[in-house]
């Protein structure tokens, strides 16, 4: 069991950066897959990046690589994601979930436990 909770969402302009965290509780944090979700009004959860569980590997959705950086320290029991030049279309609520699997998966049901939201806000 492990519990989720993200921080660091907001309201930022185009062109400009937010980093999200993600703080888990336990122990074990290093024993789970770790990855970030995003959901925009009426449209369906989507994958945003992954991170195994060692941090050497990662996975992006191509509508963020090269904007967006997943990052975890397992020392603070903490998984990020840092973003650069935010567009519009990044505004939605970003969810960081945690999964006992021992791949990147790319769907939600591949993750086991969730965080509670924070919401991120891009102006044009």
């Known amino acids: 069991q492990v519990q989720l909770v993200e921080s660091g969402g907001g309201l930022v302009q185009a062109g400009g950066s937010l980093r999200l965290s993600c703080a888990a509780s336990g122990r074990t944090f290093s024993n789970y897959v770790m990855g970030w979700f995003r959901q925009a009004p009426g449209k369906e959860r989507e994958f945003v990046a992954g991170v195994n569980r060692s941090g050497g590997s990662t996975y992006y959705a191509d509508s963020v690589k090269g904007r967006f950086t997943i990052s975890r320290d397992n020392a603070k029991n903490t998984v990020y994601l840092q973003m650069n030049s935010l567009k519009p279309e990044d505004t939605a609520v970003y969810y960081c979930?945690?999964?006992?699997?021992?791949?990147?998966?790319?769907?939600?049901?591949?993750?086991?436990?969730w965080g509670q939201g924070t919401q991120v806000t891009v102006s044009s």
């Open positions: 979930a945690a999964s006992v699997g021992l791949r990147i998966g790319v769907v939600g049901r591949a993750y086991n436990y």
